[in-house]
Each structure stands twice: as structure tokens, then as C-alpha cells.
T-cell receptor
Framework: KQEVTQIPAALSVPEGENLVLNCSFT??????LQWFRQDPGKGLTSLLL?????REQTSGRLNASLDKSSGRSTLYIAASQPGDSATYLC?????????FGTGTRLKVLA | EAGVVQSPRYKIIEKKQPVAFWCNPI?????LYWYRQNLGQGPELLIR????????DSQLPKDRFSAERLKGVDSTLKIQPAELGDSAVYLC?????????????FGPGTRLTVL
């Protein structure tokens, strides 16, 4: 059974800092991995999708990497801004469905 | 392009009452998901549709929950009767299932409070 873990559960950083969020999964037989952000009281916004054959994806200040053999993905946020404050969730897709982690709650201090 | 639409956004009901949630996916998306998200947790899949067929409903509490996807487009999720433990956010997502790209897009969710 696939299990997805995100560490740390919460993170507080000063504005401008580069940071890394971690996602680990127990079953390396994945189809793809998707990173989302969720603002309080809102739905999930897709950030990046990494297919199982890819090693990384980039969008603006965001870079996500995938290492299937070690069961890990990282989301790198460059030059963090207060607007980046949100909960970041990773979701791993097996054959048919996505399994989500519990998220990392990020606060970027101005 | 319109995103995933859900209604209502909020619902407060007494326990044992019925409730229904509606979802309109992104146009052309063949796969639709219903998730439940409890506070501080990630979403958990309740049911997944491919077109009008429910292909994974193993996590759906079938004694009180039901779902349908009319003509492979809109979907309704129903709870009858609701229990206190059903209080959560119910999220709908859709995707276009093509090889190598199954990016999910989520609606804003319905926050259910059962009193």
C-alpha cells in the first residue's frame, strides 16, 4: 500500500530565502507525481506534474525533482515571497489513483 | 477556460439530514474524482469516474454515500443520512487521461458542517 509522507509539517522562513520541501513515498512503481498548493479555505492549485520518466520540472521560481529509486521528490522554491505562504501537497499516482501526503504548511515572513 | 465548478461552497446541516454536492468538470475531461479532505490532512479519494463509469469506489461508504455522473459530464455526490463525522471539505477534480499526462485540476470544494 502506497504511503506518502511530507516533512516538515510546517516551515517558517524569512522573505527571500530559498527553500526545499520534501515528499517521500514507499512504492516506487508510480505513474507520475504532482505538486499542489492550497490556500486556506480554497481548493488545490496544480503547480507541477512530473511524469515517471522525468527527473525534474520547472515553472518560474519552482523546481520539482523526482527520484523514483529512492522514493523521493523535492519542491524547490527560489527567492520566497509572502505570497508563497500556503500548504504544499504532493500526490503520487499509481495505476489508477493519486495518494496525497498531509502537506507542508509554509509561512514566508515579510 | 473555465475551471472545475462546485456548488454549494458551504453547507450546514443537522445530522441525519441528506445533502448533495454538485461538480462540473473542465470541458473535455474524461476522468472525474471526488475527494474528502479532513482538517490538516491530504485529500482522500472517494470515487473515480472514467466517463460515466465508476472505476474505483472502494473508499466510498456505500451505506450512506452515493454518486453519479450524468452522461459522463456533471457529477453529484450524495450523503443520506449525514453523520457528525462527515464534516469535511468535499473536493471534485478532473483530468484528461492521456498517456503520460494525468494532471488533476481541482474545484474550490464544498465545506460541509454536520451539527
Amino acid at each position: 500500500k502506497q504511503e506518502v509522507t511530507q516533512i516538515p509539517a510546517a516551515l517558517s522562513v524569512p522573505e527571500g530565502e530559498n527553500l526545499v520541501l520534501n515528499c517521500s513515498f514507499t512504492d516506487s512503481a508510480i505513474y507520475n507525481l504532482q505538486w499542489f498548493r492550497q490556500d486556506p479555505g480554497k481548493g488545490l492549485t496544480s503547480l507541477l506534474l512530473i511524469q515517471s520518466s522525468q527527473r525534474e520540472q520547472t515553472s518560474g521560481r519552482l523546481n520539482a525533482s523526482l527520484d523514483k529509486s529512492s522514493g523521493r521528490s523535492t519542491l524547490y522554491i527560489a527567492a520566497s515571497q509572502p505570497g508563497d505562504s500556503a500548504t504544499y501537497l504532493c500526490a503520487v499516482k499509481g495505476t489508477y489513483k493519486y495518494i496525497f501526503g498531509t502537506g507542508t504548511r509554509l509561512k514566508v515572513l515579510a | 477556460e473555465a475551471g472545475v465548478v462546485q456548488s454549494p461552497r458551504y453547507k450546514i446541516i443537522e445530522k441525519k439530514q441528506p445533502v448533495a454536492f454538485w461538480c462540473n468538470p473542465i470541458s473535455g475531461h474524461n476522468t472525474l474524482y471526488w475527494y474528502r479532505q479532513n482538517l490538516g490532512q491530504g485529500p482522500e479519494l472517494l470515487i473515480r469516474y472514467e466517463n460515466e463509469e465508476a472505476v474505483d469506489d472502494s473508499q466510498l461508504p456505500k451505506d450512506r454515500f452515493s454518486a453519479e455522473r450524468l452522461k459522463g459530464v456533471d457529477s453529484t455526490l450524495k450523503i443520506q443520512p449525514a453523520e457528525l463525522g462527515d464534516s469535511a471539505v468535499y473536493l471534485c477534480a478532473s483530468s484528461l487521461e492521456v498517456q503520460g499526462n494525468n494532471e488533476q485540476f481541482f474545484g474550490p470544494g464544498t465545506r460541509l458542517t454536520v451539527l
